[in-house]
């Protein structure tokens, strides 16, 4: 079960495809903070995974940072391991940092179910929206932008519009 | 024999199945859609199952190349025509398999 609206965001430090450790602490000049569960291998991520660019990029000069994260077991699901999650990265020239979580226990702190999911902190690193990217894994039938319009509502100083939807995709992978 | 292999792990197998129902409509024909569960790895291995929803037209894979994939339980990669990534066959390989 995930983590509840206004839970604290838990502290991480692990490794991105970047060869660079990043922490929680290092985000903490971004304005919001939105965590993605995320892989490589699942067809919902990579059907959204132009529209997690997009909006990388399309926010990041108002403050916003993306992080990616991948929990999956790599036992069982090889394209998931740290080797694939570089030349994903590289391949799709990611605007956002992409992480390892071997251990799982950022995944377990969240609470996450699915990739894609997402959860989103605002600048106390609160969260404040938990859910899909938006309304339809077919990018040309999106009606409800839920990411994007928490976002908006949150650096407007408003109230996210939707604060939880259901995160339609792969399960988690977790170690047996 | 039109047979849907699925894993419970992955959300798509009913839209694949919607789909599926709804081509062979538009084709009339009245085929009876064969669903497999796929529960474990070893079925998996067993069964060539490469992801959920794995569709075959008389033994025959809806997406031969994507077949190819190494058996798992997993959602499965289809590519649409324009290049997108689904996680469910498109509806031009649908009716390529049943015609």
Redesign the interface.
């Known amino acids: 079960m995930s983590i509840d609206l206004g839970t604290e965001a838990p502290f991480f430090e692990l490794p991105g495809v970047d060869g660079f450790d990043h922490s929680l602490d290092e985000y903490g000049d971004a304005k919001l903070l939105v965590l993605v569960q995320s892989c490589n291998?699942?067809?919902?991520v990579?059907?959204w995974?132009d529209r997690l660019i997009a909006i990388a990029q399309d926010y990041a000069h108002e403050g916003v940072r993306v992080v990616g994260i991948n929990s999956n077991d790599v036992a069982?699901?090889p394209e998931d391991s740290f080797e694939e999650m570089k030349k994903r990265a590289t391949k799709r020239d990611f605007s956002f940092d992409y992480l390892f979580d071997e251990d799982q226990s950022l995944a377990h702190a969240l609470g996450a179910e699915h990739t894609p999911e997402v959860f989103l902190f605002d600048e106390e690193r609160k969260l404040r929206y938990h859910g899909a990217i938006d309304d339809s894994?077919?990018?040309t039938t999106v009606t409800n932008s839920y990411l994007r319009d928490a976002i908006d509502a949150l650096l407007a100083g408003d109230e996210p519009p939707v604060t939880e939807t259901e995160a339609?995709?792969?399960?988690v992978k977790w170690k047996s | 024999m039109i047979e849907l292999f699925y894993w419970e792990g992955c959300p798509s197998h009913p839209e694949a199945k919607a789909l599926l129902e709804q081509v062979l409509a538009e084709l009339g024909r009245d085929d009876r859609i064969v669903m497999t569960e796929v529960k474990s790895d070893e079925e998996a291995e067993r069964l060539r199952f490469p992801g959920s929803p794995t569709i075959r037209v008389d033994g025959n894979d809806v997406d031969r190349e994507g077949a190819k994939s190494r058996p798992a339980l997993t959602c499965r990669i289809y590519y649409l025509p324009d290049g997108r990534v689904s996680p469910v066959p498109s509806r031009g390989q649908l009716e390529a398999a049943l015609r």
């Open positions: 291998h699942c067809p919902y990579l059907a995974e069982n699901y894994r077919d990018e339609i995709g792969c399960t």
